[in-house]
């Protein structure tokens, strides 16, 4: 069983940048792809990024290219989230997400293991 527990949440201005943070323990952090969802009030839970369990390979939404960049420290058993250039738009609640490496990329919410609780990012314009 792992767990994952997000911090780095918060209220920035447009423009500005943020790191989400995301802390794994209960398993062996390399075996498995890590990812970024994000769930806006009355909306559905979307794929943002996904990094595979070694690195560096990553998939972003078209929304977020350029702008956020994912990155996985297995040493540390950390994933994060840079977020630059932020919009309005970007506000809403992001989760982390884990799946096991062998059963490949998904960027459906449904087929991911397991997930942390979220962090709030609200975005002032």
């Known amino acids: 069983q792992v767990q994952l527990v997000e911090s780095g949440g918060g209220l920035v201005q447009a423009g500005g940048s943020l790191r989400l943070s995301c802390a794994a323990s209960?398993?062996?952090?390399?075996?498995?792809?890590m990812g970024w969802f994000r769930q806006s009030p009355g909306k559905e839970r979307v794929f943002i990024a996904t990094i595979s369990a070694n690195g560096p390979s990553t998939v972003y939404a078209d929304s977020v290219k350029g702008r956020f960049t994912i990155s996985k420290d297995n040493a540390k058993n950390m994933v994060y989230l840079q977020m630059n250039s932020l919009k309005p738009e970007d506000t809403a609640a992001y989760y982390c997400a884990a799946r096991l490496k062998y059963k490949g990329i998904t960027e459906r919410e449904s087929e991911w293991d397991y997930w942390g609780q979220g962090t709030q990012v609200t975005v002032s314009s």
């Open positions: 209960g398993g062996t952090f390399s075996n498995y792809r």
